[in-house]
């Protein structure tokens, strides 16, 4: 028994996190509530990212369980690979935890190396975050110091668990004979405690002392008791994965399932890729007792709102264009059924569920591959005669510019992308383009590059917010929107891009210190699609 297991034995650990785009979300916000924690007896911290370890590390010497956040391709993984571990640990970590479920990841590294390294080179101690028994007996078995229940709850196998999975707690205490730490929907004093008489090493408490958003949002649960309560079925078409879930009136997105759109078969397997997921979604809802009041979906194309039908599609969705897909879903399914295209379904996401919820005027992108966004105006999605306004990605904003793959040059796309920034960033760092890193994976590492103060990455940013500064001053110009809300993989975590984009709006505008432009990151979850096809349904009931 190594000495930091022994000084966890039947202790408190709260966890000080906030998610992305919480107003809580802030080094110094995050330390400070680790201190008044630390300060009332908590024994150890659960702290995510070095930069706030590295700050809390100065205020005191409890335990602290060091996770690394990685939010890629949608997907949310727990420090996915060593050099996350390493920054950790030189951090002042005590303890990094990663996550030891079955998923496989398309970044990262494999949990069992991980372990083996952190061992063996950063001489830590490893606790696996783990969702089911099977995976947290196959962790001890692998060596790990501790096995946590953090992602009980969290994985497709187990969604829909809201409360501590007191089953698993007792079967793992007969199963494993490591320290197991209680850890995900603990939420009174009574549960904690009971944790520890019923198995548990230590005890991981955290939205329900450290999340005063989550806090509140039980309060307004029991005091404003939901007078509706109805259900959609949400579904989002991308050239990859068809995904779907139930959409509570609420936004919560539950019950959900993924399967492959099988783009290049044509149109008979994407529609029999649909068909499938929405089965799979109301079995699930069934045994829950949940109906479905109608279907929304959103797919990758120029939608038609009006008769349901796909107007246009590129080749990812190759004979897509023409097929009416509400006509197909009603005979099949027979629920009201809504479509719209996917950059707008996560606008109406952010309508009704995110940053937009209190505004009528704004404008929303998700930069990645391309740009794709929508606007809202008056409270409304603009949608257009065909299903093509807020294209925002293709206005020019160099005549004569690179060439894009619409067909024109200068679109602000071919100049704010990850083509975009892997071009400029090998411009500046003097480094050939090495062909065996695929685009996205090349843009993370350039992403990740500027976050640690690299020049040259640096440098392409700030490139990327000059082109993007010009076409978001069109935008204001165009609309005068109350906000512009960025997200997607490019900048998600780079507050000074936006920043620094915000500031060079403000000099490019008319007026632009008294109109003072609104330029706000966002966090588009992985199932934004779905929870945006949802509220199409809600929004239409009376059609
Ligand atoms: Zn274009």
Redesign the pocket.
């Known amino acids: 028994m190594s000495t930091i297991q022994e000084q966890m034995k039947g202790k408190l650990v709260v966890s000080c996190q906030a998610d992305p785009g919480n107003a809580l979300e802030n080094t110094d916000a995050i330390r400070r509530m680790a201190r008044a924690v630390v300060d009332a007896g908590a024994k150890a911290l659960r702290l995510n990212s070095t930069e706030h370890i590295t700050a809390i590390r100065q205020d005191t010497d409890v335990p602290i369980i060091g996770i690394q956040k990685r939010h890629q391709n949608g997907m949310l993984r727990i420090t996915p690979d060593f050099a996350s571990a390493e920054a950790l640990a030189k951090a002042g970590t005590s303890i990094i935890a990663l996550d030891c479920t079955t998923r496989t990841w398309s970044f990262g590294e494999p949990w069992r190396q991980l372990v083996e390294r952190i061992h063996g080179e950063l001489h830590l101690p490893v606790m696996a975050d783990c969702a089911t028994l099977e995976e947290a007996v196959t962790a001890a078995e692998a060596g790990v110091d501790f096995v946590g229940t953090t992602l009980n709850g969290y994985t497709e196998d187990t969604l829909g668990n809201n409360t501590f999975n007191w089953p698993l707690l007792h079967k793992l205490a007969r199963r494993v004979h490591i320290p197991i730490i209680a850890e995900g929907h603990i939420s009174t004093p009574a549960e904690a405690r009971r944790a520890l008489d019923e198995g548990a090493w230590c005890v991981v408490v955290g939205s329900a002392i450290t999340r005063p958003g989550v806090i509140t949002e039980r309060f307004l649960h029991a005091v404003e008791a939901p007078a509706d309560n109805r259900y959609a079925l949400g579904v989002d078409i991308g050239g990859t994965s068809i995904k779907a879930g139930i959409v509570s009136r609420q936004g919560k997105v539950s019950l959900t399932t993924q399967v492959p759109t099988q783009a290049t078969l044509g149109r008979d397997a994407i529609a029999a890729g649909l068909s499938k997921a929405v089965e799979q979604v109301l079995a699930l809802a069934k045994a829950k007792g949940i109906e479905p009041c109608g279907l929304g979906i959103a797919s990758a194309g120029a939608m038609n709102s009006k008769d349901g039908s796909v107007f246009a599609a590129t080749d990812n969705l190759p004979g897509w264009a023409g097929f009416n897909l509400r006509e197909f879903v009603e005979k099949r399914f027979h629920l009201p059924t809504f479509v719209v295209n996917d950059a707008h379904g996560a606008v109406l996401a952010e309508l009704h569920y995110g940053l937009g919820r209190n505004l009528t005027d704004f404008v929303a992108i998700t930069i990645g591959t391309g740009i794709g966004g929508g606007i809202v105006s008056g409270g409304k999605l603009l949608e257009g005669q065909h299903g093509f306004a807020g294209t925002i ?2 206005h020019v904003i160099r005549i004569d510019g690179r060439p ?3 067909g ?1 040059k200068g ?1 602000l ?2 100049y704010v992308s990850t083509v975009a920034l892997l071009r400029e960033y090998h411009e500046r760092s003097g480094k050939a383009p090495d062909p065996s890193i695929a685009d996205n994976a090349m843009a993370r590492q350039i992403s990740e590059l500027a976050l640690a103060g690299d020049a040259a990455a640096q440098g392409a940013y700030q490139a990327l917010a000059g082109y993007l500064a010009e076409g978001l001053a069109n935008i204001f110009n165009l609309l005068d929107p109350q906000a512009v809300f960025l997200s997607g993989g490019l900048v998600e975590g780079h507050q000074e891009f936006v920043d620094e984009v915000q500031e060079r709006v403000k000099q490019l505008l008319h007026f632009g210190q008294k109109r003072a432009p609104r330029i706000q990151l966002a966090a588009q979850g992985h199932y934004a699609g779905v929870q945006g096809a949802g509220a199409l349904v809600f929004s239409n009931q009376g059609r």
């Open positions: 990605g293709h894009c793959n619409c024109r679109c796309e071919a």
